[in-house]
T-cell receptor, first 115, second 112 residues
Framework: EAGVAQSPRYKIIEKRQSVAFWCNPISGHATLYWYQQILGQGPKLLIQFQNNGVVDDSQLPKDRFSAERLKGVDSTLKIQPAKLEDSAVYLC?????????????FGSGTRLTVV | AQSVTQLDSQVPVFEEAPVELRCNYSSSVSVYLFWYVQYPNQGLQLLLKYLSGSTLVKGINGFEAEFNKSQTSFHLRKPSVHISDTAEYFCAVTHTGNQFYFGTGTSLTVIP
């Protein structure tokens, strides 16, 4: 089965610019997650979708971050405007159900550098 | 709330030697426990998971982990490491399955 696809792999932008990341989960996976992984830290959940509805976005900085999952399949994560501290790897993951016994399947991530 | 502590940020070990990567968690409720591996410039790959039942869990690439409820630990072990095991290893815990809490990671370096 195809894995979780993410693009782009790398992105360099200047602070105050905007950027968007794209994720296509494994076919049939209802749950999609966006994680932020800052260098030297473990991944931190930004937002969780169940189909096309938001389950948890409590740690998403909503003043600058937004995400959508139209039609319950692929998803985009946007940052506008970007700050230096947004430099990180943004990981998308999907699971058949609500994680738990299934665990996640992660994509390769998008490495964002804000200069 | 749950949290995960990985006690060693870096672990160097010689090739073919055994290794143990330590993980402790805190939770007031029963949890599911996971170990993930991250190779350079790649996403996280599931190594193994504990859901219930036998406390010794076997995973891919010869890794195993033991769940110890009294010590709230889930240490990862491999009896003989290879160069290809050099990577970052993350322990994770979840109660509901909706949010995983990850540790800060352990960088395993296998020395030839």
């Amino acid at each position: 089965e195809a894995g979780v696809a993410q693009s782009p792999r790398y992105k360099i932008i200047e602070k105050r610019q905007s950027v968007a990341f794209w994720c296509n989960p494994i076919s049939g996976h209802a749950t999609l997650y966006w994680y932020q992984q800052i260098l030297g830290q473990g991944p931190k959940l930004l937002i969780q979708f169940q189909n096309n509805g938001v389950v948890d976005d409590s740690q998403l900085p909503k003043d600058r971050f937004s995400a959508e999952r139209l039609k319950g399949v692929d998803s985009t994560l946007k940052i506008q405007p970007a700050k230096l501290e947004d430099s990180a790897v943004y990981l998308c993951a999907s699971s058949p159900g609500s994680g738990g016994p299934y665990g996640y399947t992660f994509g390769s991530g998008t490495r964002l550098t804000v200069v | 709330a749950q949290s995960v502590t990985q006690l060693d940020s870096q672990v160097p070990v010689f090739e073919e030697a055994p290794v143990e990567l330590r993980c402790n968690y805190s939770s007031s409720v029963s949890v599911y426990l996971f170990w993930y591996v991250q190779y350079p410039n790649q996403g996280l790959q599931l190594l193994l998971k504990y859901l219930s039942g036998s406390t010794l869990v076997k995973g891919i690439n010869g890794f195993e982990a033991e769940f110890n409820k009294s010590q709230t630990s889930f240490h990862l072990r491999k009896p003989s490491v290879h160069i290809s095991d050099t990577a970052e290893y993350f322990c994770a815990v979840t109660h509901t399955g909706n949010q995983f809490y990850f540790g800060t990671g352990t960088s395993l370096t296998v020395i030839p």
